[in-house]
């Protein structure tokens, strides 16, 4: 006789308005497994896991069998409700920079968890909470306690929110993509606290993400989905070496591969000696201003034409800055130095008309485009600009070659950005800057916000595009599977600092340095595909 | 013909126009008003003391647009032609025709022949009654209504491009810009208006215009918060960040970029400017530091209607001239609104709204 599952999900079905978001879903959470419900965006992921546990708005109707510990959940009253969440089962959501109130300290917001669901006020709360969070693995809990969420980094923040998640013993812990928003290497600590959180305890663990490295290194079953549909499930080793169904199939392979084409120029196209950027810290009232803090200590570094350099890094280690210094957005100091032009002695006037040579794709493609103007008028705006001389029919007849160029449909030039999805607003930051023709572009994280598919498309096309036209690219990631299939040689920043500088290959064999294979081995890289 | 105007427009605007049609109140509130203000531009076709048309002794006369002397008329004066003059309209009468007005009365017309003492209720003649000078108060509110418009209309364009300028730099350049420009219009507000109103009403006679600078110079400053909030958020929007990589000079940053993206929260903020504008000059007609005596003004029908309890139809017909008007306006505002707001254009166009299929 096989062991009750913990929490069983028995043909879900879940539509709002009367449009199914997720059809005939059936999974199993054991004791002391975790399952990885994996998918791209707008899968259904989410949506399941908060169906099942009542949380979604008033406009959507469940149908199918839900069991948690063998009690039925559907026709539960919301006291009823009350009593499960957050006691038996709990969440840990993506962004733990909102989901923690911003007006109550730590200790205060552990504390009301207790006291909700165990009773506990006062001296006793105050006690279990430090308990918790020493159990998290945060360092000086008791001081902790007193802090508040804008004094703690994210990952700290989603320490607390797991503190918060166990601190009833659930049976059950949702976590809801919990670890998308932090820096790599901080990924691995929270996951591998997770995991020894659920052999500790015996709970169950529901993983909800996208990254398909994380469910194989952190998972024992997997469950593909597609678009609402259950595509596939089983053993998490099975799963990968054979996959059944065809979307598995294609998820697997959309790892971003291949390398780029070599270089051809010696010729320095951009070098830059000594920059560093500087950001002035507040003068405080009666004292002296305090020195300013050093986004970027001085580096040097050189991109040839057609070469492309990965700028690799976690959050706040400068490579945003690095990229804006170059592209003199942010003051910087140093010499820079574009194809025999000093840009940090140009002037305003002198400085704009350069800008036709260099241009940039940011990383969030829904900021990036004006939400006002048609994709003809984003296009073309700089080519108008640089070049008044253009006849309307010559402007239209360049913006329709370079949506052809990256791939966009014919057609689109008079549709607004938000008709199109992240992939393809990417694709028209891209034709905005190529039809400049420009001799490098920046790219500040271009496929971060993307799907793991999408990206792989994304980074064929820039590739593409840069062994035709043979533009440089400043390629800045902290994805070390894209920039290798997109770098010629690399720059690990941290801090501000240069840690290790060297051809894409070899730092990403041998690191030179410990920060650079912590790196590496967080990003769980497979074999080099080439 | 409005098919090939709303064809060239860009498909946001069509878009806006369509979430706009879809809002029924508002279509109806504006079409009313447009047609009261049309109505009202041509005040002198609906309501003059002047016959539009008229022939005597066989020659064509345009009294509307010509002024002929009284010893045309068989007069003995040079003076112009007073045409309600019982002697002259029955010299004229004798030998051709008068083609009136519907309202044979202008704002500023004394009707001596009236059977009550003025104020006079309304009659077959005076259709909403007279004042308690004797004019007639359909003149006179026809009259008022179009001055109100248009001083209301003059008042918010300016202070829209002022008030945008002034926010605009404020919030794009931030910094010292921003905090110098800010303290500067926290002075600048702290001034009585009213004041300087009662000053200079002392000091020269105050037209239209006069009312208008001296109103100019401060209605701006509730726009300037709101656009420079909207400017401070947007300048650090990717989109303004790529525009600036672009090579694009400041100004045409902020007109291409960030102003379109700004003017929603601008534009909720018209309605509020324009009967705002309606408000103030009536209320200083009302107070009597407003535009000269003798105007056309509903402000002085106001205190007309105050001052004569005992004729109320006085202050009903100011009354519901004044809120209809008010209300027509907050309807369409609201309407305007609704129709820049993106989030309604989404939803509106039905398809528009979707997503096209990811074809990546």
Request: aromatic fraction near 6%.
């Amino acid at each position: 006789m096989t062991e009750q599952p913990l929490f069983q999900l028995d043909q879900l079905h879940i539509a709002f308005d009367g449009t199914a978001v997720v059809e005939d879903l059936s999974l199993e959470v054991h004791h002391g497994e975790t399952l990885a419900l994996v998918g791209e965006s707008g899968s259904g992921k989410s949506v399941s896991a908060l169906g099942a546990m009542g949380l979604l708005p008033a406009n959507a109707a469940i149908r199918g069998s839900r069991r948690l510990a063998g009690q039925q959940l559907e026709g539960l009253t919301q006291r009823d409700w009350q009593r499960i969440r957050g006691s038996r089962v709990g969440f840990i959501f993506q962004e733990p920079m909102t989901s923690l109130n911003p007006l109550h300290n730590i200790g205060k917001q552990i504390g009301e968890v207790l006291r909700l669901h165990q009773g506990l006020t006062g001296q006793s709360a105050r006690k279990r909470a430090r308990e918790l969070l020493e159990r998290v693995q945060l360092p000086r809990a008791a001081e902790l306690l007193d802090t508040w969420p804008h004094q703690l980094s994210g990952g700290q923040r989603q320490r607390v929110m797991i503190a918060m998640a166990i601190a009833n013993h659930p049976r059950l812990l949702i976590a809801d993509e919990p670890t998308t928003a932090l820096d790599v290497t901080v990924q691995q600590e929270i996951l591998s606290l997770l995991a020894e959180l659920r052999d500790e305890q015996g709970m169950g663990m529901l993983f909800i993400t996208h990254d398909l490295n994380l469910v194989r290194h952190h998972a024992d079953r997997v469950c593909v989905m597609h678009q609402g549909r259950m595509q596939e499930s089983g053993e998490v080793r099975d799963v990968f070496t054979q996959p059944r169904s065809d979307y598995t199939r294609a998820l697997l392979d959309a790892e971003p591969s291949g390398r780029p084409a070599p270089v051809a120029s010696s010729r320095l196209l951009l070098q830059a000696t000594g920059l560093s950027v500087d950001f002035q810290r507040p003068k405080k009232l009666f004292q002296r201003r305090p020195p300013p803090f050093a986004a970027l200590q001085p580096l040097d570094l050189q991109v040839s034409p057609g070469e492309t350099l990965g700028i690799v890094g976690e959050s706040g280690s400068g490579k945003s800055t690095l990229a804006q210094a170059l592209l003199r957005l942010v003051p910087s100091q140093g010499e820079i130095d574009f194809d025999g032009v000093r840009l940090d002695q140009l002037g305003q006037r002198d400085m704009r008309r350069q800008r036709r040579r260099f241009q940039v794709v940011f990383q969030d493609p829904f900021g990036s485009l004006s939400p006002r103007m048609p994709v003809a008028d984003i296009i073309s705006e700089g080519l108008r600009f640089h070049h008044p001389e253009l006849s309307p029919a010559t402007v239209s007849q360049r913006v329709a070659a370079t949506l052809q160029e990256v791939g966009l449909p014919e057609g689109c030039a008079a549709r607004y950005p938000h008709e199109f999805s992240g992939g393809q607003r990417q694709r028209i930051a891209v034709a905005r800057a190529i039809i400049m023709e420009p001799e490098l572009i920046v790219l500040d994280e271009p496929t971060s916000a993307l799907d793991r598919s999408v990206q792989a498309q994304l980074v064929t096309l820039l590739r593409e595009l840069q062994r035709k036209r043979g533009i440089s690219y400043l390629f800045i990631s902290h994805d070390l599977a894209v920039v290798r299939a997109m770098a010629h040689r690399l720059l690990v920043l941290k801090d501000g600092v240069v840690v290790e500088h060297g051809y894409c290959r070899d730092v990403l064999e041998s690191p030179a340095s410990d920060y650079t294979s912590a790196l590496v081995n967080a990003a769980g890289l497979t074999a080099s595909s080439e | 013909m409005l098919d090939v105007m709303r064809s060239r427009l860009s498909p946001i605007s069509r878009r806006r126009l369509a979430v706009f049609h879809h809002n029924r109140r508002a279509r109806v509130s504006l079409w009313v008003f447009l047609a009261l203000f049309v109505i009202s531009l041509g005040a002198e076709l609906v309501a003059n003391d002047k016959p539009l048309l008229m022939q005597y002794q066989g020659d064509w006369y345009v009294p509307l647009v010509v002024d002929y002397p009284d010893t045309e008329f068989g007069g003995f004066l040079p003076t112009p032609a007073d045409y309600r003059d019982p002697h002259t309209r029955n010299t004229i009468e004798a030998e051709g025709w008068m083609l009136w007005p519907p309202v044979p009365y202008s704002y500023n017309t004394l009707d001596m022949g009236l059977e009550h003492p003025a104020p006079s209720p309304p009659s077959a003649e005076h259709w909403l009654g007279t004042d308690d000078q004797g004019r007639d108060v359909l003149a006179r509110v026809i009259y008022g209504f179009r001055l109100s418009v248009v001083f209301a209309l003059i008042l918010t364009i300016g202070s829209l491009v002022l008030g945008v300028l002034i926010g605009g730099v404020q919030g794009y350049f931030g910094g010292k810009v921003d905090l110098i420009g800010q303290r500067l219009t926290e002075i600048w507000s702290g001034l009585p208006v009213l004041f300087l109103l009662i000053i200079l009403a002392s000091m020269v006679e105050p037209n239209l215009w006069w009312l208008l600078g001296i109103m100019l110079l401060f209605s701006w400053l509730g726009l300037v918060d709101v656009v420079r909030a909207e400017f401070l958020r947007a300048r650090n929007l990717e989109y303004v960040r790529a525009a600036r990589a672009m090579g694009l000079p400041s100004h045409l940053i902020m007109w291409r970029h960030v102003l379109p993206n700004a003017m929603v929260a601008t534009l909720t903020f018209i309605p509020f400017l324009f009967t705002g504008g309606i408000t103030t000059l009536t209320a200083l007609d009302f107070l009597g530091f407003g535009l000269p005596p003798g105007s056309p003004s509903l402000g002085e029908l106001v205190a007309q209607g105050k001052n004569n309890l005992q004729a109320p139809w006085l202050g009903i017909v100011a009354f519901m001239t004044l809120s209809i008007m008010l209300s027509l306006l907050v309807f369409i505002g609201e309407g305007l609104r609704d129709a820049f707001d993106p989030r309604h254009i989404q939803h509106a166009g039905g398809q528009a709204g979707t997503r096209t299929p990811d074809d990546d």
